[in-house]
């Protein structure tokens, strides 16, 4: 006979102490303030789905999501070919192998606030190494506090910089899993350098490639400090991205209702686009 | 096709290579006449796999040259040199189905549309997966995979020759069987050179018409099935290929006569002049028991059901014998008895007595 024993249970509890207090309760007391309208002293009144509604149709929410989906797709299709083109050209075996795993893991060691200081002080026209060396040698005008194209290139250019070594990491991983055999037969089956990539080195990159890109994903669209300390979110709203916007709402405005809602949304997109991109990427699998 | 020279080859792993030990491959000199059936049999790390990644072009050779009909092919990279190779772990290619799989060296090619057809359909019939071909290679069973990795050797009709590496490794042995026999048949009807490579003397044995034991980078005996079982031109083979292996016995040679603890033991012929450790072979099959010989004490028998395998102890040497029926019982002295035309001289593990004349 089978004896069911409940203590079991026990064991799980402190993980759901400890989810409910960093994740839970949090979470619940946004949908608590997103119903609510306060003016401060701890006042609330009930406002029902009015933040909601009116968020849905604000043309600065909109806007701000579009830089959202521009800033996450841009980097998205730099990085993970990039980063892909890096881990194929890397060496699979010898002395330089620990020297490059070592270069490319430095950038992500640094963190989000040193980076966006550090590519701040880099691309300042009259001080920054390359803002000086771009003026004022190539004779380009590139000023990122002024112009918004120039924010934005500075913006993609330092993700690009602190990230691809993810996807170069991970893809580096999958490469060296692949035996030796696959290679050799590729050779002797006269497969071209383009076959070997697309039907051996691909597919057995699939896998860890589908988490560099949902990795990537989920932190560029929710990502906050390296632009607000590189550009502010300007010149003017013009990288203003989802969640510079989110503080400016919640903090500078202390529009706590309607930030709360933004919040939600947010959270929502994120999670619908990860699991779209989860779900379309591993359905082969399943077969 | 083409007829395989391999002429005075050598490798070694270690570019700095010196002696004799550096070397993987020492000194190999061998053809593969056309269109037969090879098995290179020898323990692992013994060079095999060397060998015939030298022979697909897989590695350079140190030293020596790899020769197809004459032509010189040593630094011709495989796939110039029109050869096929099974490996021991299935390879597919995952994303393709099975017909892709099979079309793909020939597409490579450039073969035109119906001709990859028709061959792809002829070598799947063969392999009697017909019905999967339209099934993605990713989701097939560990042996499909590797029939259809077999399938890409032999797909194309112009090889040279389909080489084999240890390719049922991962078979369940139930299925080895099949397809084992499977491959023998196919040689028969494609008439390529094969060269399969096994540390299995019973796969070995099955498959081949030739077969080439190796050890320890040397090639010590090239001999059909029979021959290798028969008269084993080195201790090693005797001691590799048989169940159990060859019995040897430390002996003294006198006045052109071996001696075993002053017994002389009669052997298939002439003692030839040769130096070094002496020693007798005879396989457990030519040994008996009988009313006069060497003196031994039972020591162990093993009933294996077709006959019994009985240990015997000459002194602390241990001998085996293979005996039908009326086994001795355990701890019983008898005498043992050898053949003498199957009773032979090894001169420091070579074989060192004149064949018998018949």
């Known amino acids: 006979m089978k004896v069911v024993n409940n203590r079991a249970w026990l064991f799980v509890l402190p993980v759901v102490i400890l989810v409910a207090f960093n994740a839970l309760i949090p979470m ?5 303030y997103s119903v609510q ?3 401060g002293n701890n006042v609330f009144f009930w406002q029902g789905l009015d933040w909601f509604i009116q968020l849905m149709r604000s ?12 800033f996450t797709g841009l980097i998205l299709l730099i990085e993970v070919p990039l980063g892909v083109i890096i881990a194929l050209s890397m060496p699979r075996k010898g002395f330089w192998v620990p020297v490059c795993l070592v270069t490319m893991a430095l950038p992500m060691l640094i963190p989000w606030n040193v980076v966006g200081a550090m590519w701040n002080i880099f691309t300042l026209p009259d001080i920054g190494l390359l803002g000086y060396f771009l003026n004022h040698t190539l004779g380009i005008d590139y000023d990122m506090t002024q112009d918004p194209f120039a924010a934005w290139v500075t913006i993609i250019t330092m993700d690009v910089w602190h990230w691809t070594s993810l996807v170069v990491l991970l893809s580096y991983a999958g490469l060296v899993s692949i035996p030796d055999a696959y290679y050799q037969a590729a050779k002797i089956d006269g497969a071209s350098n383009w076959s070997v990539f697309r039907y051996i080195q691909l597919p057995k990159m699939k896998r860890v490639l589908t988490i560099a890109v949902l990795l990537r994903f989920m932190d560029s669209f929710n990502i906050y400090t390296e632009p607000f300390v590189l550009t502010g979110g300007g010149p003017g709203n013009s990288t203003t991205l989802l969640s510079i916007d989110l503080v400016k709402i919640a903090l500078g405005q202390f529009d706590l209702g309607p930030a709360a809602a933004m919040s939600l949304i947010y959270f929502a997109i994120t999670l619908l686009v990860s699991w779209l991109f989860y779900t379309l990427m591993t359905k082969d699998d399943a077969k | 096709m083409a007829k395989i020279t391999l002429s005075q080859l050598r490798h070694s792993y270690d570019p700095d290579a010196i002696g004799e030990e550096d070397f993987a491959l020492k000194m190999i000199d061998l053809d593969w006449d056309d269109g037969g059936a090879y098995a290179l049999l020898g323990p692992s790390g013994c060079g095999k796999s060397t060998l015939l990644n030298i022979i697909s072009g897989l590695l350079e050779p140190s030293e020596g040259r790899v020769l197809f009909d004459d032509e010189d092919v040593t630094h011709l990279p495989p796939d110039q040199r029109n050869i096929a190779q099974v490996f021991q772990f299935p390879v597919i290619y995952d994303t393709m189905s099975v017909y892709d799989n099979l079309a793909f060296p020939l597409r490579n090619r450039g073969v035109p ?18 019905d999967m071909l339209k099934v993605r290679a990713a989701n097939l069973s560990p042996d499909n995979k590797q029939k259809i990795s077999m399938g890409r050797g032999l797909v194309r009709d112009d090889v040279n020759v389909v080489m084999f590496d240890e390719p049922l490794t991962v078979i369940d042995p139930h299925l080895k069987w099949k397809l084992r026999s499977k491959l023998k048949e196919l040689h028969q009807r494609v008439r390529a050179t094969m060269i399969y490579v096994t540390h299995d003397q019973t796969e070995a044995l099955t498959f081949a018409d030739q077969v080439v034991v190796m050890q320890d980078g040397l090639i010590v005996q090239i001999g059909t099935p029979v021959e290798l079982f028969e008269r084993p031109a080195h201790t090693f083979v005797g001691h590799f290929i048989g169940s159990p292996g060859m019995n040897v016995l430390p002996a003294e040679v ?3 006569a071996a001696f075993f603890n002053g017994t002389k033991v009669d052997l298939e012929g002439a003692i030839s002049d040769k130096d070094g450790v002496a020693e007798i072979g005879v396989r457990p099959e030519y040994v008996g028991i009988a009313k006069t010989g060497l003196p031994a004490t039972v020591k162990k028998v093993a009933d294996i059901g077709r006959h019994n395998v009985v240990e015997a102890m000459l002194g602390d040497i241990r001998v085996n014998a293979i005996v039908e029926n009326d086994p001795p019982a355990q701890g019983e002295a008898v005498h043992l008895a050898f053949k003498p035309d199957q009773t032979r001289l090894y001169r420091d593990g070579w074989i060192a007595t004149e064949r018998a004349a018949s």
Do not use: S
């Not at chain 1, 619940?28 to 608590?32: L, S």
């Open chain 1, 28 to 32: 619940m007391t946004v949908v608590n």
């Open chain 1, 37 to 39: 309208e306060t003016f």
């Open chain 1, 59 to 70: 043309e600065r929410f909109h806007a701000a999501l579009g830089r959202q989906f521009m």
């Open chain 2, 113 to 130: 549309a119906a001709k990859v057809d028709e061959r792809v359909r002829e070598i799947a019939e063969m392999l009697e997966v017909t």
């Open chain 2, 254 to 256: 006198r006045d052109g």
